[in-house]
């Protein structure tokens, strides 16, 4: 149970996507969590329950690129960063899990940042 009732209701959405979205071998799930300040990315195998891909805002390969830019600008780059990483991994083609976030600001400019990259979704 969350906190408050904001992030109780965020984890019923997210219970929801949940039961429809399934990442495969053949396609993983790209799972997005937005914090106050930070942007995370993971590409999960659900049959193994393995993670096969992460990226943040954090990370200290983007330290340099971060600095003096807005957080949907950053979530670009993260999502970018976790296509790169995809697809050195041999990933093509994802499924997209907003974790029961809108698909609005910065979860989708991690999606519109990994689309650029070449994943497919």
């Known amino acids: 149970m969350g906190l408050n009732v904001k ?4 984890v019923r ?15 993983p799930r790209l799972s997005v969590f937005r914090s106050a ?6 590409i999960i195998d ?7 891909v992460s990226a943040s805002s954090q990370e200290k390969t983007l ?3 971060v600095v003096g830019k807005k ?3 950053r ?8 296509a790169e990483r995809a697809k050195a991994k041999g990933i093509a083609k994802v499924v997209f899990d907003r974790n029961g976030f809108l698909y609005h600001g910065r979860v989708k400019a ?5 689309r650029e990259a070449g994943l497919q979704f």
């Open 7 to 10: 992030s109780n209701a965020r």
């Open 13 to 27: 959405r997210k219970g929801r996507i949940r039961k429809k979205v399934k990442g495969t071998q053949d396609r």
């Open 37 to 42: 300040r930070h942007i995370y990315a993971q």
């Open 46 to 52: 659900d049959t193994c329950g393995c993670t096969l």
């Open 63 to 65: 330290a340099e690129s």
């Open 71 to 73: 957080k949907a600008e």
């Open 75 to 82: 979530a670009v780059l993260v999502g970018k960063l976790v």
């Open 110 to 114: 991690v999606s519109d940042g990994a």
